[in-house]
């Protein structure tokens, strides 16, 4: 079923936001909100591939999210330096 686009939006938003008071990263909402559903997405894709699914609800979705963002946020950085 999935958790639908207005879920997606505010996981994404929550994961991006955590994931910058983490990193401490100078992010603004939307940049949150695509950190955040870019991350989960990517991560997930990554963790599909080696056998592990992540549940279609609220909080292994953050969870998800929210390490898929700090990840980009650190690739940014390294890419910036």
Same mark, same amino acid.
């Given at each position: 079923?999935g ?5 997606? &939006? ?6 991006g936001w955590f994931?910058?008071m &983490?990193? @401490? ?9 695509i950190?955040?559903?870019? !991350? #989960? ?5 990554v ?8 549940a279609? #609800? ?5 969870? *998800? !999210? ?7 946020? #650190? &690739?940014g950085?390294? *890419? @910036?330096?």
């Amino acid at each position: 079923m999935g958790l639908g686009i207005l879920g997606n &939006i505010i996981i994404g938003g929550l994961a991006g936001w955590f994931a910058s008071m &983490i990193m @401490k990263a100078d992010t603004g909402l939307i940049l949150n909100i695509i950190l955040g559903i870019v !991350g #989960a997405v990517l991560l997930n894709i990554v963790l599909a591939a080696l056998g592990i699914y992540a549940a279609d #609800a609220w909080i292994p979705q953050l969870i *998800v !999210g929210l390490i898929g963002a700090c990840i980009l946020i #650190a &690739i940014g950085r390294a *890419v @910036k330096r």
